[in-house]
Nanobody, 122 residues
């Protein structure tokens, strides 16, 4: 069993920055990678980025590459999402998820957090 709890969401002005944190607990030794997803009203949930727990390598969606950065603190078992140059298209509920193996599909992520709301004002 793996538990994930997101925090740090809130209201931010366009062009500003926000840092989200995901606290991971439970059987963390079984985690291959963690990822951030987001879902805006009326839209499908979309991939934001992922970090591999063996080497901390990262991969980002084209829409956020260069603006968002994922990092991991092994000692604290936390995964952060630093978001810069935010715009209205970034408004969504952001979710942290963990995968035990393959990360090619959303279904590969077996564990999910409750989500945290990020609202970017224009």
């Amino acid at each position: 069993q793996v538990q994930l709890v997101e925090s740090g969401g809130g209201l931010v002005q366009a062009g500003g920055s926000l840092r989200l944190s995901c606290a991971v607990s439970g059987r963390t030794f079984s985690i291959y990678a963690t990822a951030w997803f987001r879902q805006a009203p009326g839209k499908e949930r979309e991939f934001v980025g992922t970090i591999n727990w063996s080497d901390d390598s990262t991969y980002y969606a084209g829409s956020v590459k260069g603006r968002f950065t994922i990092s991991r603190d092994n000692a604290k078992n936390t995964v952060d999402l630093q978001m810069n140059k935010l715009n209205s298209e970034d408004t969504a509920v952001y979710y942290c998820a963990a995968a035990r193996g393959s990360t090619l599909f959303q279904s590969d992520y077996a564990y999910w957090g409750q989500g945290t709301q990020v609202t970017v004002s224009s």
